[in-house]
């Protein structure tokens, strides 16, 4: 049970360049996040998903855009990187009851990305 | 959601209590306060959650007054591996709205 992996843990981006992080679970969880964390600025939502096939943007969702195609799976894209979008993204699972939002969150490594 | 306000950081030794404390004054009848823990290079774990006056679990101490217009997260006798930042989050259990709020967090630094 590996629970949340992130891919790839580091990458370096030139301005412009498109990429897509990888996040898988295996957990059968329901819910997934993206988080960015910024130093000095904790946590905040990009776009979260409450089940296959449905998306819905978070706090910061300019620049991003995700898809859920398979349960366990949840993709980060960056289709033109900027150097704001440098940051460590978090995703995260879980499995809330219904209508629970505080169902505890399962989080990934992390991965660092770095835009030149 | 409520709003949090919780010290910047915070330092320790080895073995003592620490005691953070989180302000949410408008906070809701219907909201939960959990606290996440995140170390260096990790993301954050769940810790503890309660609504009302204490919850124990083998982690950590929630205490939460009468008013709830505060909380605060007691860790006994720390160890070097304590050293991390604490997030306090203040939600409802059932929503609509699935927008978390980390904010910055108190960094602990535990010192032998």
């Known amino acids: 049970n590996a629970g949340v992996t992130q891919t790839p843990k580091f990458r370096v981006l030139k301005t412009g360049q498109s990429m897509t992080l990888l996040c898988a679970q295996d957990?059968?969880?329901?819910?997934m996040y993206w988080y960015r964390q910024d130093p000095g600025m904790g946590l905040r939502l990009i776009h979260y998903?409450?089940?296959?096939?449905?998306?819905a943007k978070g706090e910061v969702p300019d620049g991003y855009n995700v898809s859920r195609l398979k349960k366990q799976n949840f993709l980060l894209g960056l289709e033109s990187a900027a150097p704001s979008q440098t940051s460590v993204y978090f995703c995260?699972?879980?499995?809330?009851?219904?209508?629970?939002?505080?169902?505890?969150?399962?989080f990934g490594p992390g991965t660092r990305l770095l835009v030149l | 959601l409520a709003k949090t306000t919780q010290p910047i950081s915070m330092d320790s030794y080895e073995g003592q209590e620490v005691n953070i404390t989180c302000s949410h004054n408008?906070?809701?009848?219907?909201?939960?306060i959990t606290w996440y823990q995140q170390f260096p290079s990790q993301g954050p774990r769940f810790i503890i959650q309660?609504?009302?006056t204490k919850v124990t679990n083998e982690v950590a101490s929630l205490f939460i007054p009468a008013d709830r217009k505060s909380s605060t997260l007691s860790l006994p006798r720390v160890s070097l591996s304590d050293t991390a930042v604490y997030y306090c989050?203040?939600?409802?259990?059932?929503?609509?709205?699935?927008?978390?709020?980390f904010g910055a967090g108190t960094t602990v630094t535990v010192r032998a």
């Open positions: 989050l203040v939600a409802p259990l059932r929503s609509n709205d699935y927008k978390l709020s």
């Open positions: 995260a699972s879980s499995s809330p009851r219904s209508g629970v939002v505080q169902e505890t969150q399962y």
């Open positions: 998903s409450v089940g296959e096939g449905t998306t």
């Open positions: 309660g609504y009302k």
């Open positions: 957990m059968n969880h329901e819910y």
């Open positions: 408008n906070i809701a009848t219907n909201d939960y």
